[in-house]
């Protein structure tokens, strides 16, 4: 078996496709197997260092969103960046804990907290609570006077601004689950006296995910600093303003043409100008995605009754957004450019017509063994998948110019059943 190369070249995104962060691709899906999930370190730092140079001069900390991509090498990446997190789960935060991000960096959102996770995110010390109902905020003062401890809070907006992307990544419509009406938080600080163990002063919003557009960020930005100049006004110190994650990339190379991150940065300074409080960001695919690729290769074509087939040994397993948001995602097959073109559906071996991972597709013609590269599969890849059809989860690998490394081991059969077993103990309740 050959070793992957280390070129000369140590750029992540070598003139070849078939290179990654000046490594041979095939030579690595020769060495871990497919599918796999492989990510560029040095991409990520390109990405990581983009916005901190862009938010230069204000008060502001990254807190990456460990859901895109919760591997611990990727979290290791963002802690030795100085990087915070934003968490969603308990499981979260052990991870993020885990891998060396510290407490007192990370936020904790999401709607359904429970008691269990609100402790131990107390006892851990997590820097903040963006809280999206009263309920949850009753439970973090209950949870808190429990321990004797002060938990910081931001109220979640919900600013009933329509994100403009796919309906199930959308988060800031008043129909939508997440935070609070501007109504409802403005009394949750009027009446936050009464709050004894949480101090309730920032604000966090949230719209949306995969935004292409500038335009609903900023009226988002805009209620969320009406709503901070209100406030201030009325006399709450509002320490923290939350924008959020959400920023987008590209999928499919020269139709998606995302936000630039200056213009970005330059529309939360404007938005939160003469704000002196902390500002904080949660992206999470703008950080990771466009630096991961899945490989995988074909197992056959298959010429239906009406459509050509391109069988790959990736599934939704290892990549659900094509399933579940009709998501593109652009592929390469790692072969001779000179091949004729052909049009596949691109299919993966689960038992659902929805293990599609794209339909029509062109591309140079391929055969049984060729290796095809599914691209800006770096966040929501890894992260969402699953063992249907008792499919083992994939490797994960970690580049870093020229060299390579196993951060996730191709799970076994004996790892993707422990935990299971049969039904010996019966007992009562
Ligand atoms: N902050 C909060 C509170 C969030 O709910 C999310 C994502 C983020 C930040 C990070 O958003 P990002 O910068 O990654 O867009 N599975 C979907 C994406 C779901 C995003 C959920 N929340 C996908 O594959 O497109």
């Known amino acids: 078996m050959t070793a992957p190369t280390a070129h000369a070249d140590p750029a992540y995104a070598c003139a070849d496709e078939a290179c990654l962060d000046g490594v041979e691709l095939s030579a690595l899906a020769r060495r871990v197997g497919t599918p796999c999930h492989v990510y560029s370190a040095s991409a990520i730092r390109q990405r990581i260092e983009a916005p901190q140079k862009a938010l230069h001069g204000l008060d502001a900390r990254i807190c990456y969103a460990a859901k895109a991509n919760s591997n611990v090498a990727i ?226 074509i298959k010429r239906g009754q009406q459509r050509q087939f391109l069988i790959l040994d990736a599934a939704m397993t290892e990549l659900i957004r094509p399933s579940l948001y009709d998501a593109w995602h652009d592929m390469v097959p790692l072969v001779d450019k000179s091949r004729p073109l052909q049009t596949y559906d691109v299919v993966g071996p689960v038992c659902e017509t929805g293990d599609t991972f794209a339909r029509d597709r062109t591309m140079p013609e391929c055969k049984a063994g060729d290796l095809v590269m599914i691209k800006g599969t770096g966040a929501y890849g890894a992260s969402m998948a699953s063992t249907y059809n008792s499919r083992p989860l994939a490797a994960e690998v970690l580049l870093d110019q020229g060299r390579y490394a196993v951060v996730r081991r191709r799970q076994t059969l004996e790892e993707m059943v422990a935990g299971e077993q049969a039904a010996h103990d019966w007992e009562a309740t």
């Open 75 to 300: 979290l290791q990446l963002m802690a030795e960046a100085g990087l915070g997190a934003d968490i969603v789960s308990g499981g979260e935060l052990w991870c993020c804990l885990h891998a060396g991000i510290p407490a007192d960096r990370i936020v904790f959102s999401g709607v359904g907290k429970t008691a269990e996770e609100i402790a131990d995110a107390l006892d851990a010390g997590v820097a903040r609570f963006n809280v999206e109902s009263a309920d949850e905020l009753q439970l973090l003062q209950r949870v808190a006077a429990e321990r004797n401890v002060i938990a910081r809070a931001s109220a979640r907006i919900n600013p009933d601004v329509d994100a403009l992307t796919h309906a199930k990544i959308s988060t800031g419509k008043s129909e939508n689950k997440f935070g609070v009406s501007i109504d409802e938080a403005r009394d949750w600080f009027t009446n936050g006296t009464a709050l004894t163990h949480v101090q309730l002063d920032g604000l966090h919003v949230h719209i949306g995910s995969q935004m292409l557009s500038l335009d609903p960020i900023r009226a988002a930005l805009r209620r969320v600093s009406e709503f901070w100049r209100e406030l201030a006004a009325a006399g709450h110190t509002i320490r923290s303003i939350d924008v959020g994650g959400g920023l987008g990339v590209c999928y499919r190379a020269g139709h998606d043409h995302p936000v630039s991150i200056d213009d970005y940065a330059d529309a939360i300074r404007e938005a939160l100008a003469g704000y002196d409080g902390r500002i904080l960001l949660e992206p999470g695919r703008w950080l990771v995605a466009e630096a991961g690729v899945l490989l995988t290769r074909v197992i056959r």
